[in-house]
Nanobody
Framework: QVHLVESGGGSVQAGGSLKLSCALS????????LAWFRQAPGKEREGVVG?????????PYPDSDKGHFTISKDNAKNTLYLQMNNLKPEDTAMYFC?????????????????????WGQGTLVTVSS
């Protein structure tokens, strides 16, 4: 059975950093697109960054701030990570990890949630000014 479990959320001041983890089990996750999404209160869920089965990173848009979020995975530890730097109050949201077990390559533009059939329960990140 597929399980994704996020951890590492919390409260941080603006400018700080936080690293989220997502424990993966129940599927051959190293072959598929994995991604982080977030949903702020009153807003739609949006893709943050994805990682292809071959380890390539996919950002939602060409002008995405690549230094702001970094995705990685440790196959030996069955874990997906999201390193978040220079956090801003607008980064406050529930963060989710997700898996698309039909594609090895993440969506090329927009990183939409369609196709991601497995989700974690989310971990809350709160950034204060």
């Amino acid at each position: 059975q597929v399980h994704l479990v996020e951890s590492g959320g919390g409260s941080v001041q603006a400018g700080g950093s936080l690293k989220l983890s997502c424990a993966l089990s129940g599927f051959m996750y190293d072959q598929y697109c994995l991604a982080w999404f977030r949903q702020a209160p009153g807003k739609e869920r949006e893709g943050v960054v994805g990682i292809d089965g071959d380890g390539s990173t996919t950002y939602p848009y060409p002008d995405s701030d690549k230094g702001h979020f970094t995705i990685s995975k440790d196959n030996a530890k069955n874990t997906l990570y999201l390193q978040m730097n220079n956090l801003k109050p607008e980064d406050t949201a529930m963060y989710f990890c997700a898996a698309d077990v039909l594609r090895s390559k993440c969506p090329a533009y927009g990183l939409g949630a369609v196709g991601f059939g497995y989700w974690g329960q989310g971990t809350l990140v709160t950034v204060s000014s």
